[in-house]
C-alpha cells in the first residue's frame, strides 16, 4: 500500500490481508472480522464485511455470494514473501509445525492460562494465538498461522486445552477433563446436590425399561434418553456415575445387554428392549412380582385366553359419571338396566393372579372452558398410548407427558379392591371440584368441596368388589 495514500476502509482491508498472507494465516471471513475489530474497535456484520472485500481493489471473495462467514479474501497477487498457508497442510506433524523447544513453551503458556475467554467458535481459537504470540520472545518470533495450527492440535490431539461453557481454557479446567476425573471416580457430573440421580446399574436398565415402555414405538432415540429421564422419571443420567464418560459408551456396556440398537445409526440412533417386546402392562405386573400373586418369570397378560377383561360383553345405557363406569366394569351375567337379559350369560373368565374383573380405569378431566371430558382405557391399550389419544383429540398435545406419568403412577399405586378416587392438575383456572367415592350399589359418600386454582379435576376410578 502506498504511503501517501490516505488510509480508507478498502486500504486498511487490504493491507490486514496481506498481512494475513505473510504471516501464513488464511484470511477466513471470522479471522479478518475479529482483526478488524481488533484495529477499530467495530465489529462488521457479515454483509458489511462481504461488501468491503468486493469494493477493494485486487481482492474478491472466495466463494463468491456466501451468505455466512465461511468464505476467505483472495488477492489477486499475493506478497513476494507469501510461502503458503500452514492450516491448509492436512494431518501435519506438530513438530514439522514448530520445533520440539518452542512446544515446551506452548505447554508452559497455556497450563497457567490467562487469555480473553471467548465463546465464539469462529475465533476462539484467533484469540488465543494472538495471546500466544505476547507471552515470549521465542513465540513471538513465529508467525500467526502457524500458531493458529499450534492451538488446533493443543485442543483437538495434545489435550493441553479444553472447553469450558463454550471456551478455551486450560485441558485439566475442561468439562472433558472433569468427565474422565468422575468416571474413574464413580461421581456423577453436572448434578447438583438436591438433584436425584440415577445410582445403580439396576435403577439404570429399570429407567430404561419405563421409558421404553411410554414410548408409542417402543424404543427412545439416545438424544432424548437424558431429557426423558429428568423430565419423566425426575432423575439426573450421568455416565460418569458408571465409569463411563460418554453415553453412548454407557448404552453399549455389557451389562446393558437386554437392550439393543435399533434406527439409523447417523440419523436417528434409537435403543430398545433386545427381542420380543413385552407390554407396559406385562412389565407392571413383573415388576410386582410375588406381592401381586404371579409367580417369577410368570406373564398372564402376554396369553390373550387369560385377559380377564376380553370376556366381560355386558353392556349398559350410556350415561355419565357412575353409570358409565358401572356398566362397562359389571360382570356380563349382571343384568343391569339396558342389559340384553335373553343373551344367555357368559362365564366370567378366571381371574388370573394380582388382577380381578372388576378393575376398571376410567379418568375424568375438566378443561379449561369448564368442559367435562372422559379417558376411557381399554384393558389391552397402554397407558401412554391413552394419554396420547386423550391429548390428541381435546387438542392438548404438550401435556401428554404429564397425563402419562400420572396415569403410569396412579396405575403403580392402586390397591386391588379399593375404589380409588383421585385428583391431578392440568390446566390453570379456578373452579369448585367434587370427590366421590362410587361403589357397586351406585351409592354415594358425602361429598366434600374445596375451591382451588385447577384445571383438570382428573378422577381414576377403580369399581370395589
Known amino acids: 500500500m502506498d504511503e501517501e495514500s490516505p488510509l480508507t476502509p478498502q486500504g486498511l482491508l487490504r493491507w490486514i490481508v496481506c498481512s494475513l498472507y505473510v504471516d501464513e494465516a488464511i484470511p477466513r471471513g471470522a479471522v479478518l472480522q475479529w482483526y478488524w475489530q481488533l484495529l477499530t474497535g467495530v465489529k462488521l456484520t457479515q454483509q458489511q464485511l462481504v461488501a468491503l472485500i468486493e469494493s477493494t481493489p485486487g481482492v474478491f471473495l472466495d466463494p463468491p455470494g456466501s451468505r455466512r462467514l465461511n468464505f476467505r479474501a483472495v488477492l489477486e497477487v499475493p506478497p513476494p514473501s507469501f510461502r503458503g498457508f500452514v492450516q491448509e497442510e492436512e494431518n501435519a506433524n506438530p513438530e514439522d509445525i514448530v520445533a520440539p523447544d518452542v512446544w515446551e513453551e506452548v505447554r508452559r503458556c497455556l497450563a497457567k492460562g490467562g487469555w480473553p475467554k471467548c465463546t465464539d467458535s469462529g475465533v476462539r481459537n484467533v484469540s488465543v494465538a494472538a495471546w500466544l504470540q505476547d507471552q515470549s520472545e521465542i513465540l513471538s518470533e513465529i508467525t500467526f498461522g502457524r500458531l493458529l495450527q499450534v492451538v488446533m492440535i493443543s485442543a483437538n490431539k495434545s489435550k493441553l486445552l479444553g472447553l469450558r461453557d463454550g471456551a478455551l481454557v486450560p485441558y485439566k479446567e ?17 448434578v447438583k446436590s438436591n438433584e436425584s440421580f440415577i445410582e445403580t446399574w439396576e435403577d ?9 415402555y411410554m414410548s408409542p414405538r417402543q424404543e427412545i432415540e439416545i438424544s432424548q434418553v437424558k431429557l ?26 455389557e451389562r446393558l445387554s437386554d437392550f439393543e440398537r435399533t434406527g439409523d445409526p447417523t ?16 412389565y ?10 404371579a409367580g417369577e418369570g410368570e406373564d398372564p397378560w402376554t396369553d390373550p385366553s387369560k385377559d380377564p377383561w376380553s370376556g366381560a360383553k355386558g353392556k349398559g345405557k350410556d350415561g355419565k359419571g357412575a353409570k358409565n363406569m358401572l356398566a362397562k366394569a359389571l360382570p356380563a351375567n349382571s343384568a343391569g338396566k339396558g342389559a340384553k337379559v335373553n343373551e344367555p350369560a357368559k362365564a366370567p373368565a378366571k ?13 375424568e378431566i375438566l378443561l379449561a372452558e369448564g368442559k367435562k371430558a372422559t379417558l376411557k382405557i381399554p384393558s389391552k391399550e397402554q397407558l401412554i398410548e391413552a394419554a396420547e389419544r386423550f391429548c390428541k383429540e381435546q387438542g392438548v398435545e404438550e401435556h401428554q407427558s404429564q397425563l402419562s406419568a400420572w396415569l403410569e403412577k396412579q396405575a403403580e399405586s392402586k390397591q386391588d379392591n379399593v375404589t380409588l378416587t383421585a385428583v391431578h392438575v392440568f390446566w390453570f383456572v379456578t373452579l369448585d371440584f367434587r370427590t366421590r367415592q362410587i361403589g357397586p350399589s351406585r351409592q354415594h359418600s358425602p361429598t366434600v368441596s374445596t375451591r382451588r386454582n385447577v384445571v383438570g379435576d382428573m378422577k381414576m376410578i377403580t369399581d370395589g368388589a
Request: with cysteine; net charge positive; glycine share 8%.
Open 284 to 293: 407392571e405386573l413383573k415388576s410386582k412380582g410375588t406381592a401381586s400373586g
Open 204 to 212: 439404570l436398565r429399570d429407567c430404561l425399561r419405563k421409558l421404553i
Open 228 to 253: 426423558q429421564c429428568r423430565s419423566k422419571l425426575r432423575k439426573e443420567l450421568s455416565e460418569t456415575v458408571f465409569g463411563h464418560h460418554s453415553l453412548s459408551r454407557l448404552l453399549e456396556d
Open 267 to 282: 440419523t436417528r440412533p434409537c435403543i430398545t428392549l433386545r427381542g420380543s417386546r413385552v407390554t407396559a402392562k406385562a
Open 174 to 190: 475442561s468439562e472433558e477433563y472433569e468427565r474422565f476425573s468422575n468416571a474413574e471416580a464413580g461421581k456423577p457430573t453436572g
Open 351 to 363: 381371574d388370573p393372579p394380582g388382577k380381578s374383573d372388576k378393575d376398571f380405569m376410567e379418568a
